[in-house]
């Protein structure tokens, strides 16, 4: 997937915003694809790309939270965290099918299917430049602002 165009799609977001990715042509975007709000992991990844935030714009990158959650989840996600970035919901998995992140996952025993935590750095021409999957959380939001620095 690294280094394809990536199609442009529109989805809802936090904020009454919609957010169209060719409308960020010409900046860099960090699309973090995660499983759930309100959940342990998810709350320390959405923490983790917070606090370096300031460090992403001084990049000239934009940062937005993808699950399949409704927008008043992601409200009141984002209002609890504090979250200084959007959170785009895909509750039709369009963006989920587009990147290819919907996995069969164990859950306590049980296979449901689900996201698989994935973050995607898409260049300021509207391709892909890095790929992230199977995210483990510690420390991954600094290893994708050293990428975007580093482009």
Known sequence: ???Q???DFALPGTGNAEFRLGDHLGKCVVLYFYPKDNT????AEGLDFAASYPAFQAAGCEVFGISRDSLKSHEGFKAK????FELLSDADEQACELFGVIKMKNMYGKKVRGIERSTFVIDRTGRVAKAWRGVKVPNHAQEVLAFVQSI
């Open 1 to 3: 997937m690294e280094n």
């Open 81 to 84: 965290l504090g979250l200084p």
């Open 40 to 43: 342990p992991g998810c709350t």
């Open 5 to 7: 165009p990536v199609p």
